[in-house]
């Protein structure tokens, strides 16, 4: 079937009263991208960058109310520091670039992680999309940067102990209460998430968070994720049933 054809198939088959209210992605692949067609790895990246700029349209048209993307991991600075610098280079970029069209689609920029270790520039450049955009009523985006869940998790135990010792928490901790100590605090949990290249690991992204979400996985790597691929993830969304543990 023609792209144009299954495109607009799945604009039919998609319930417009049940997309995913929150979608969060581990964009995966950029490297292979890249060695596949004999290009460095960074270009995988550029790539991605690309992807990361039509996805945000794509899930902003679909409806979704907040897209959470994993954009670089605590692990990440493990990577040869070439890769790194220029991993780091990208939010910089992007915003001087997608600004115009982020305000244009009423999007809201936000940074989960551990921003204070990311190098100055980046936190500018976070600082200031995320100031420009603040005032925005669309949708949500929830940029991962230095972002570990397990130190995310431990981040939330260590305030909470801080206010016990002073004396300001009362009484026990529920999972409420304990949401609301993550970078995610005022943010419902994924509904769905998607995975691309292959890979079927949680990768310590949102693992509190993602407790009860749809996990959708796609061969594809992230250059290569497109609206269909958006669209079928939202589809299959559409067609499993959700329990949460019921009946
Ligand atoms: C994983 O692919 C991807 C990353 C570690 C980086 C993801 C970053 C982007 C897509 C760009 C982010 C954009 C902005 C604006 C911040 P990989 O390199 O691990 O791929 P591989 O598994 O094939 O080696």
Not at 45 to 66: A, D, M, P, Y
Not at 117 to 145: C, H, W, Y
Not at 185 to 192: E, F, I, T
């Amino acid at each position: 079937m023609e792209p144009e054809q299954r495109e607009q198939k799945l604009k039919e088959a998609i319930k417009a009263e049940n997309i995913p209210h929150h979608v969060a992605v581990i964009m995966d692949g950029n490297g292979r991208w890249a060695v596949e067609r004999g290009l460095p790895r960074h270009e995988g990246h550029r790539q991605g960058v690309e992807t990361v700029r039509s996805t945000v349209r794509n899930c902003s048209e679909l409806g979704i109310k907040v897209l959470t993307l994993f954009a670089f991991s605590t692990e990440n600075w493990q990577r040869p520091i070439s890769e790194v610098n220029f991993l780091m280079s990208l939010p910089g970029k992007y915003f001087e670039t997608e600004l115009p069209e982020l305000m244009r689609n009423n999007v809201q920029v936000r940074l989960i992680g551990d921003g204070k270790k990311l190098p100055g520039r980046v936190q500018k450049a976070v600082k200031d999309g995320s100031e420009a955009t603040k005032d925005n009523t669309g949708m949500i985006l929830n940029f991962a940067l230095n972002y570990g869940s397990r130190s995310e998790i431990l981040r939330a135990v260590n305030n909470l102990l801080a206010e016990a010792k002073a004396g300001s928490l009362k009484g026990k901790v529920d999972e409420k209460l304990f949401s609301r100590y993550l970078y995610t605090a005022d943010l419902p949990d994924p509904d769905l998430l998607i995975r691309t290249s292959g890979e079927q690991r949680i990768s310590n992204f949102l693992l509190w968070q993602l407790a009860y979400s749809e996990l959708w996985f796609t061969d594809a790597y992230w250059p290569d994720f497109s609206k269909i691929h958006l669209m079928e993830a939202v589809y299959e969304y559409q067609k499993r049933k959700r329990r949460f543990g019921s009946v």
